[in-house]
């Protein structure tokens, strides 16, 4: 680790130090959903108040935003300032240290915008930068580097992914009817949103239920979009092998996750599917949630999309495993005993409600869309 004065040393930080970091974060955008498990990056290199080079990084295992910014500046980097959204890396992984990188061009300041939770850079990039001469201010536009990195933030200091639960229900809280009915309750645009959300996220996670009643495909209907990790969480195994989700229909995995008291001869029949594991957990019936959140972080997927049903929802509230919700209200009433977003949460108090911070309030799709992030109460 490094001191406070290394860290928040923000004395020379100007107007337009603050517009370069804020284009090395769009930068960084470009890349969503693509880099799991690393974060998003993206850096500038300016000299004489002029671009000479920008990159981010686009997936893990290729060059850093730092490699791609200095190849793109050349001889113009030596003297130059790189602005970057998060520490430049200091050990060797899968790509040679960005922090090297940056000494070897002959960078003359860096403004970083937050430092790296990662135990295997922690200060560790800012600390060779600076013994290497390199003026450094660490902190501009911090808070937005933060809420960039939500997933990769979460998954290095918890081993457990960033969970957001996306529901579409009536304005009278209703996900289907009395008879199951749910198609459709949030409009095309409102959909189209969901789409995106599921291009974005590494994980979408369903229920068996859901797969049973609605039989998904679980893919991204975006032209140009990717396809997430498909997880059904099924501890009896319930799922029928007619099921879409098991269909070729996509290159990306099908995770299903089960119990002991899964049928041993469904298990060597799924075998044979392409694309689909089965993680048998050694539990009577129920799937431990929390295990399994932690097993997808260590194949290297930090974001969780979860799409449903209210039962698998309610027992990731209840073991504090969902960190936002994405719920969409349609201008619609039907009354009666319909099921809720969050049937599988009992909570007997209003005390004991589980309290939002809200980000973000939009009509734009023409449904009531609330975006929110879940206070923690430990």
């Known amino acids: 680790m490094i001191d406070d004065s290394t860290i928040n040393n923000n004395n020379n ?17 470009q890349a969503v959903g ?16 002029m671009v000479m080079g920008e990159g981010f990084h686009h997936q893990a295992g290729t060059p850093h935003a730092e490699v791609h910014a200095l190849e793109q500046a050349g001889e113009n980097a030596r003297g130059a300032t790189a602005y970057v959204t998060l520490e430049p890396c200091s ?7 960005c922090a090297d990188a940056l000494i070897k061009a002959g960078i003359q300041r860096a403004v970083v915008a937050m430092q790296d939770p990662n135990p295997r850079v922690s200060g560790e990039g800012i600390k060779r930068l600076r ?6 201010e ?57 789409h995106e959300l599921r291009n974005q996220l590494d994980v979408i996670l369903v229920g068996s239920e859901t797969v049973l009643k609605d039989n998904p495909a679980l893919t991204c209907r975006l032209s140009g979009g990717r396809d997430p990790v498909r997880v059904i969480v099924d501890g009896a195994l319930r799922l029928p092998l007619e099921a879409k989700i098991l269909s070729p229909l996509s290159s990306a995995p099908c995770i299903i996750a089960t119990s002991q008291s899964a049928s041993q001869e469904k298990l060597e029949v799924l075998k044979e599917f392409p694309q689909v594991e089965v993680w048998q957990y050694p539990v009577p ?11 997808l972080v260590a194949r290297g997927w930090n974001s969780v999309l979860l799409e449903g049903g209210g039962g698998l929802a309610g027992a990731l509230f209840q073991s504090e495993l969902v960190d936002e919700v994405v719920f969409f209200f349609a201008p619609k009433l039907i009354g009666g005993n319909g099921p809720s977003p969050l049937t599988g949460l009992k909570i007997a108090k209003m005390a004991e409600a589980i309290p939002l911070e809200i980000e973000e309030v939009s009509l734009e799709t023409g449904d009531l869309r609330v975006r929110a992030r879940v206070k923690k109460l430990s």
């Open 13 to 29: 930080i100007d107007g337009n130090d603050e517009k370069y970091m804020r284009r090395a974060l769009q930068l960084a955008t």
């Open 34 to 49: 693509r880099t799991s498990p690393n974060p998003l990056v993206g850096c500038l290199i300016v000299k004489n108040n």
């Open 91 to 97: 050990h060797f992984g899968r790509t040679p240290p």
């Open 131 to 136: 013994g290497a001469g390199i003026q450094i």
């Open 138 to 194: 660490v902190g501009l536009c911090a808070d937005e580097a933060g809420k960039l990195n939500l997933p990769f933030l979460k998954a290095v200091q918890t081993g457990l992914p960033y969970l957001v639960y996306k529901a579409a229900s009536t304005l009278d809280g209703k996900i289907a009817t009395e008879t199951g009915d749910s198609r459709w309750i949030s409009n095309e645009s409102s959909r189209r949103y969901a």
């Open 285 to 295: 019936r129920h799937v431990p949630l929390q295990n399994l959140m932690r097993d």
